[in-house]
């Protein structure tokens, strides 16, 4: 009999452990992410949020196989980032991740119709024109776009052009989804529909999706949001369903993660609140560990 540990390490897609990515411009050295670890099960539909600067997109372009990390480790699918060949990489970039940008423009050729940007793809990497006519059609319904086939970008809402982007990154089938806020620039109802398309998309090819974004409602669309703060993952929050209260609601749990070494994050207002700053006394108690405040050496007593 497996244990659930092995379960889950075998259900593991994503595995990104003490990960680090210093960007270096002259002398000045920035520190992207700074000790991250996440995990992410293969088709989970999950979130990023983080406040502008926390290394989202940094870690996205990781993932991706855009960016090298400085440090750490960070595996896909068993492929591990760090010590694949350039060679592996472009094959890596090409079969397993799709990826979707915040600004439509980049993802879409302007000058084609919605039908011919999703068939590039398909044709580069050297479907005939017949099978890529089939497949680009059949994506262009999923994503609820099957009377729009030859429409180009600029006759689109912006919402639609990021649903042609999507079917643009799923073109030659990856397993993987990763998109940098891609309703950033839309209204409501463009972004409902967006999130529509992930989930449809989950449910039909069971593609892994991992959405960065600053949507504040994203909780309730997505199974799983984890929260980046100063370049390490901070909160997590889930959806569940609750049977607590007769019938059944939607209900989310917030967790503080606590990483490999044992550290995690107390949330800032708390430490504010109760004047914690250098240090702070840890108790065991019954079933729960406290924090309290240092009360004795106040100005920072060595
Ligand atoms: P987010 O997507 O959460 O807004 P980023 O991952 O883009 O954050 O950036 C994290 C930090 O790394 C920021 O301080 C940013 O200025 C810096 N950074 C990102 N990309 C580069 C780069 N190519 N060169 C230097 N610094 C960068
Ligand atoms: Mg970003």
Not at 77 to 87: A, E, F, N, Q, R
Not at 165 to 170: E, Y
Not at 172 to 189: K, S, V
Request: hydrophobic share 40%.
């Amino acid at each position: 009999m497996t244990s659930p540990s092995d379960r889950d390490l075998a259900s593991l897609y994503i595995r990104c452990e003490d990960l680090f990515k210093i960007y270096k411009i002259a002398d000045l050295e920035v520190v992207a992410l700074r000790g991250l670890d996440l995990k992410i099960r293969r088709g989970e539909v999950m979130a990023i949020v983080g406040a502008s600067g926390s290394g989202k997109s940094t870690l996205l372009n990781i993932l991706a196989g855009l960016d090298q990390p400085s440090a750490g480790r960070a595996f896909v699918d068993g492929k591990d980032l760090l010590t694949m060949s350039p060679k592996d990489m472009v094959t890596y970039r090409r079969k397993q991740v799709g990826f979707v940008w915040q600004q439509t423009g980049r993802n879409l050729v302007p000058y084609l119709g919605a039908v011919q940007n999703v068939e590039i793809p398909m044709i580069l990497d050297g479907a005939s024109a017949s099978e890529a006519r089939r497949r680009a059609t059949e994506l262009l319904e999923v994503v609820q776009l099957g009377h729009r086939l030859h429409h180009r970008p600029e006759q689109l809402s912006g919402g639609e052009q990021q649903r042609v982007s999507i079917a643009v990154a799923l073109a030659n089938n990856p397993p993987l989804l990763l998109a940098d806020e891609p309703t950033g620039e839309l209204d409501t109802i463009g972004a409902d529909l967006v999130y529509e398309t992930f989930t449809e998309l989950n449910n039909r090819y069971g593609v892994t999706i991992v959405i960065v974004t600053h949507d504040p409602d994203i909780a309730s669309r997505v199974d799983r949001v984890v929260a980046i703060r100063d370049g390490r993952t901070s909160t997590e929050i889930f959806r569940r369903i609750s049977h607590d209260r007769g019938k059944p609601e939607v209900v989310h749990d917030e967790y503080v993660l606590v990483d490999t070494a044992g550290r995690l994050q107390i949330p800032r207002e708390f430490l504010e609140k109760l004047s914690i700053r250098e240090r702070a006394k840890i108790l065991l108690g019954e079933g729960h560990v406290e924090v309290l405040p240092d009360t004795i050496h106040r100005h920072g007593g060595v």
